[in-house]
């Protein structure tokens, strides 16, 4: 079956070639299907719990590779092949309003071919070294996809700054693999699992977590999220955004299942800095009016949940707890599922606004629900789902999340107790902040009136593009009103992942509780209904009137005296000031300017890790390496010279019976 | 089912009961208690002017306001009788319930694309981001004091014996009386008799509603009160059993109503840029409340 998808993968990149430019995107989406099937058909029966081992021989460097999906893996690998399905759809019907060459576009979809086949293969190898190649071609064609509109430097840049740090994650995954290979001669992934037995457990883990928790997007790892995603058209946005940063997840959760001891310690860890990290995010939301880029920052809101989860279950699994390593992990996985879903959903329909209004400043939108009616209910879905609120899919997760976090309070440590009592307080203000961004969002993008006036009229979106996001929505209902079925998955994948925990007895009322959860989300419903009824009869006979909003006593407003996004979120930036670094560009007025000229005024947020952080470190790095530039001095007469000199050094130290 | 009822007999004069005080403190004879009451009714009898901005969004969500506060009221138990809902973790679905029904009123007056309303809906959605921690740990310590999680098993656990529990029940009613203002708009973070637009919160964003809808509002802000007033309640009947126990509910309804009134009357509102601090400093007494559950449990050993 895996060559199968290989032979697929390599026709349909050759036929990419050919086809004319129309066609390529649905023989690519062809290709993204036909993928999608094999690799969810292999990964179904590890679901329920059945183990899938292959082995394919890879030359005669590398040997016989190791493939094995057991629950984990075909966890992540459903969820990345529906968000990739959905996104090369949603594709199509983005790319068809830009004229592109076919030269580009050729190049474009097949790195998407290849761009989901190599997550898929992340998910799946259990070799170290494979592991980094697939991860590798991961990340250059991802970054490859960021920059599509590469005659934009910011985008070019954006690309770049996401290249440099996907790679100093790739450094620190290769150093964790060589310190497992220096210790026990084998690059397999059961190495790591023997590594860890015999030594020291937190160094080693923290090496991969910085790696993996790059792609995640941890906090101070975080800078390039909020760069690449709106750099990327939307529905790479779309699936990076969904599925590219929980490869991250599924490294840190990868490494987990192998860890021997120290989980208490390393689950604060994770803890402490995801509630930090979750906090951050939404923070960096809340005041950004670059709406991709306030999804970005959303996304590490999320990882930031996830993080949680994890904490609380690794803090579990130190315990002894069950309730709390299946209430914790299985919260940390349902909201994978969850924000792949929401998270997709909403680029796609933020997509569709910047496809008709061509900004991404959402001060210069509003009022597009009277044009865009469905792809505004879109958002709104998925807005309400993200901020966590019943009856949607959000809700379920963070709630496992909650729960995970009360049954820590009881632990009998003061430390945990306090670290849990903090977490709560954190993840309710999480949920208040975002509750405050998409509503700022939501409200400035689609209500109200336009801000501008728009180039030309935006229309709705075609069903190309409208057809998947109704799709995500089926799903996310399906994950809020059955939570069961996919708690019931969850569970099976947890009781695999660790030796110890095999019942699932210890929370069978948490799962009831759980699916009582979404009746309760349908009675709420129903009294939506009903007094929606109640008032839909009532308004019959009522005198009903349209007129101007209420002005204050002022006649003649303009669309310009609207509340703005920035204005929205001022008080907050304003209290928050020394994390939400604002930089304002102004004319002051001069002291003798009796007539003052027409001037402009703006402002924008600065990423305060980036700016107190990263930024110093670069500038300091650029500094002394200044003074090697005369090595890399641009001739390539010293480059073949460097060679030389090399050659010629191992030659001599060799003879000399330095090195062997 | 009980409380459900309570909170609804207690919703018809709690608003009446708060304007009378505040009448009588300022020395006039007022309107009756069941004012309010009859301004919803009338309000329900009336034809509605919609703004021309707006979009279905501002006609659905008083509805589901209104909703979201119905759901939260069947969660709330009375001492020994459960609420309508009980399940572990329950005060997690009261609080986002509750946040949904905000999402809703907030998006509304974005609707409007008045100048005013997105000033108040920004003002509110910060306001009740900073009094959500402050909710969450009061429960987390309450759920840690009572090794429960759900709101009946949680009240029907908590035993007022020793000083210290004295000094936390006072804390924790504090808290939520605080809460209840905030969430409710009142005194001191909103005045709801002011009459500048630029200093409401609460009022400034249902600025468009009128009729059915403005009704439904109002119906809820009522029920509110009532609901945070049965968890205060909720903090001290315990076991006691119902005899004693709905006749303190009312008492203690009463006593909230009329201090609301007093303090509305004898104090001034805080400036707007206070309130923050105001609010955040809620959370420390959340975890003075928290720090005192330790103590009772002696955790510090």
């Given at each position: ?156 840049k954006a690309g770049i700054n996401y290249l440099v740090q996907m790679h100093i994650s790739v450094v620190f995954l290769t150093l964790g693999f060589i310190w497992v290979y220096s210790s026990t001669g084998s690059f397999s992934f059961d190495a790591i699992r023997i590594f860890f037995q015999s030594n020291n457990n937190t160094w080693l883990f923290l090496v991969f977590f910085v790696g993996f928790g790059l792609k995640a997007g941890f906090i101070p790892l975080h800078s390039w999220l909020p760069h690449a995603h709106p750099a990327a058209p939307s529905h790479i946005s779309g699936v990076m955004s969904g599925v590219i940063v929980k490869l991250g997840i599924y490294g840190i959760f990868r490494i987990i299942t192998f860890l021997n001891s120290d989980f208490i310690l390393l689950g604060e860890i994770i803890l402490s800095l995801s509630v930090l990290t979750g906090i951050y995010g939404i923070l960096n939301a809340s005041v950004h009016r670059d709406f991709k880029r306030m999804l970005a920052y959303c996304t590490i809101e999320n990882i930031g949940i996830i993080g949680i989860g994890i904490g609380i279950g690794m803090i579990g699994i130190g315990n002894g707890s069950a309730i709390m390593y299946f209430l914790g992990f299985g919260g940390a996985l349902l909201h994978v599922l969850n924000h792949s879903l929401f998270k997709s959903l909403l680029f796609y329909s933020a997509g569709s606004v910047f496809q008709q ?304 | ?301």
């Amino acid at each position: 079956m895996v060559n199968v998808s290989w032979i697929v993968t390599l026709l349909a990149i050759f036929a990419l070639f050919f086809v004319p430019s129309n066609y390529k995107a649905y023989t690519a989406a062809f290709a993204v299907v036909i993928n999608s099937l094999i690799t969810s058909w292999l990964a179904f029966p590890a679901l329920s719990g059945q183990i899938v081992e292959l082995s394919i021989f890879a030359g005669t460097f590398l040997g016989d590779i190791a493939i094995r999906i057991d629950g984990l893996s075909a966890w992540f690998i459903v969820i990345i092949n529906f968000t990739s399905v959905t996104g090369v759809f949603y594709g199509i019907g983005y790319l068809k309003a830009y004229n592109n060459p076919p030269p580009k576009l050729t190049l474009h979809w097949s790195l998407f071919i290849l761009f989901h086949l190599s997550m898929v293969w992340v998910c799946m190898l259990q070799n170290g070294f494979a592991f980094l190649l697939a991860w590798e071609l991961m990340s250059l064609t991802s970054m490859l996809l960021v920059i599509f509109d590469h005659n934009n430097a910011q985008t070019l840049k954006a690309g770049i700054n996401y290249l440099v740090q996907m790679h100093i994650s790739v450094v620190f995954l290769t150093l964790g693999f060589i310190w497992v290979y220096s210790s026990t001669g084998s690059f397999s992934f059961d190495a790591i699992r023997i590594f860890f037995q015999s030594n020291n457990n937190t160094w080693l883990f923290l090496v991969f977590f910085v790696g993996f928790g790059l792609k995640a997007g941890f906090i101070p790892l975080h800078s390039w999220l909020p760069h690449a995603h709106p750099a990327a058209p939307s529905h790479i946005s779309g699936v990076m955004s969904g599925v590219i940063v929980k490869l991250g997840i599924y490294g840190i959760f990868r490494i987990i299942t192998f860890l021997n001891s120290d989980f208490i310690l390393l689950g604060e860890i994770i803890l402490s800095l995801s509630v930090l990290t979750g906090i951050y995010g939404i923070l960096n939301a809340s005041v950004h009016r670059d709406f991709k880029r306030m999804l970005a920052y959303c996304t590490i809101e999320n990882i930031g949940i996830i993080g949680i989860g994890i904490g609380i279950g690794m803090i579990g699994i130190g315990n002894g707890s069950a309730i709390m390593y299946f209430l914790g992990f299985g919260g940390a996985l349902l909201h994978v599922l969850n924000h792949s879903l929401f998270k997709s959903l909403l680029f796609y329909s933020a997509g569709s606004v910047f496809q008709q209004c061509h900004t991404r400043n959402m001060e210069h939108l509003g009022g597009l629900i009277k044009f865009m009616p469905k792809t505004a209910s879109v958002f709104l879905i998925g807005a309400v789902a993200i901020g966590g609120l019943p009856p949607f899919n959000g809700f379920v997760s963070e709630f496992i999340i909650y729960i995970g976090l009360i049954e820590g309070i009881h632990s009998n440590n003061l430390s945990q107790i306090l670290l849990f009592v903090l977490s709560l307080a954190g993840l309710s203000v999480i949920g208040g902040l975002s509750v405050l961004t998409f509503t700022k969002t939501f409200g400035v993008i689609f209500l109200g009136q336009p801000r501008t006036e728009p180039e030309h009229k935006p229309h709705e979106v075609s069903k190309l593009m409208l057809v998947p996001q109704y799709v995500i929505i089926a799903v996310m209902l399906s994950v809020a009103f059955i939570p069961q079925f996919y708690m019931q998955i969850i569970g099976n994948v947890l009781m695999e992942m660790n030796p110890v925990f095999t019942d699932m007895s210890s929370i069978v009322g948490y799962v009831n509780t759980i699916s009582n959860i979404s009746l309760y989300s349908l009675l709420l419903i129903g009294i939506v209904a009903a007094i929606w009824l109640l008032r839909a009869f009532v308004m019959k006979h009522r005198m009903q009137r349209i007129d101007a909003t209420w002005g204050c006593g002022y006649v003649a407003p303009t669309s310009r005296i609207q509340y703005t996004g920035k204005s929205f979120s001022k008080p907050l930036g304003k209290i928050l000031n020394f994390l939400l670094i604002e930089n304002k560009h102004f004319d002051e007025l001069k002291p003798g300017e009796i007539f003052p000229e027409k001037r402009n005024y703006f402002s924008h947020y600065h990423d305060f890790f980036e700016r107190k952080l990263i930024d110093p470190i670069i500038t300091r790095l650029n500094y002394s390496a200044n003074y090697f530039s005369f090595i890399q001095n641009g001739r390539i007469q010293s480059y073949v010279l460097y060679g030389i000199v090399f050659i010629l050094a191992m030659f001599i130290l060799t003879v000399f019976n330095v090195v062997s | 089912m009980l409380s459900v009822i309570l909170i609804v007999i207690a919703a018809i004069f709690f608003t009446g009961i708060i304007i009378r005080t505040k009448s009588l403190a300022s020395g006039r004879k007022g309107p009756g208690i069941l004012q309010p009451i009859r301004d919803v009714i009338r309000l329900f009898r009336k034809g509605v002017v919609y703004s021309e901005t707006t979009s279905f969004v501002f006609q659905i969500a008083p509805t589901i306001y209104f909703s979201s506060v119905i759901m939260a009221m069947l969660v709330v138990p009375f001492g020994q009788s459960r609420g309508v809902l009980s399940f572990n973790g329950d005060f997690i679905f009261f609080a986002y319930v509750l946040a949904l029904g905000k999402f809703f009123s907030i998006i509304a007056a974005m609707d409007t694309g008045s100048s005013f309303e997105g000033m108040g809906a920004s003002r509110e959605a910060l306001y009740s981001m900073f009094a959500e921690p402050a909710f969450f740990i009061l429960m987390g310590s309450l759920a840690l004091l009572s090794g429960h999680t759900s709101f009946h098993e949680i009240f029907a656990a908590l035993h007022i014996g020793s000083q210290i529990s004295y000094a936390l029940a006072a804390l924790a009613t504090f808290v939520l009386l605080m809460i209840a203002m905030i969430e409710s708009s009142r005194m001191p973070i909103d005045d709801p008799k002011t009459h500048l637009e630029l200093t409401m919160i609460h009022e400034v964003m249902i600025l468009d509603n009128s009729g059915f809808d403005l009704g439904l509002i109002f119906t809820a802000g009522y029920l509110k009160f009532a609901i945070y007033g049965a968890l205060i309640v909720n903090l001290f009947i315990g076991v006691i059993p119902f005899q004693y126990a709905i006749p303190s509910f009312f008492a203690i309804q009463f006593l909230m109503a009329v201090s609301i009134g007093l303090i509305e009357s004898f104090m001034a509102r805080f400036r707007m840029s206070h309130n923050p601090q105001f609010i955040v400093a809620l959370t420390s007494v959340s975890l003075l409340i928290f720090f005192g559950v330790l103590l009772i449990l002696q955790k510090f050993m």
